[in-house]
């Protein structure tokens, strides 16, 4: 499993942003996929994820919504849709899959791991 985050930029309080995790070789359908963020001098914390089988889904308090993840299993490809950004938002942000389908926020519950995208909201 070879995770790619994409959709990453820098954009104005209040904007919007969605972000793409794809894989190219392994299909995402049979993962929990979940989007965490990491700001510069704090721990890695869970956004969002949703589940393989009933959509599942969760939200951090923080971004509630804000945000929506959403799965698209034709283009192999989870969303994470960010609107009303705020310059807290700013932080990278990856995209992870664990195979046990039950969702979490955890980070240590993840079996695979992106690269990360760079987000910056501007105040």
């Known amino acids: 499993v070879q995770l790619q985050a994409s959709g990453g930029g820098l954009v104005q309080t209040g904007g919007s942003l969605r972000l793409s995790c794809a894989d190219s070789g392994f299909t995402l359908e049979p993962y929990v996929i979940g989007w965490f963020r990491q700001a510069p001098g704090k721990e890695r914390e869970g956004v969002s994820c949703?589940?393989?089988?009933?959509?599942?889904?969760y939200y951090a308090e923080s971004v509630k919504g804000r945000f929506t993840i959403s799965r698209d299993n034709a283009k192999n490809t989870v969303y994470l849709q960010m609107n009303s950004l705020k310059p807290e938002d700013t932080a990278v942000f990856y995209c992870?899959?664990?195979?046990?389908?039950?969702?979490?926020?955890?980070?240590?519950?993840?079996?695979?791991w992106g690269q990360g995208t760079q987000v910056t909201v501007s105040s």
């Open positions: 992870a899959a664990r195979r046990i389908d039950i969702i979490s926020t955890s980070p240590n519950d993840y079996d695979y």
């Open positions: 949703i589940s393989r089988s009933d959509g599942s889904t």
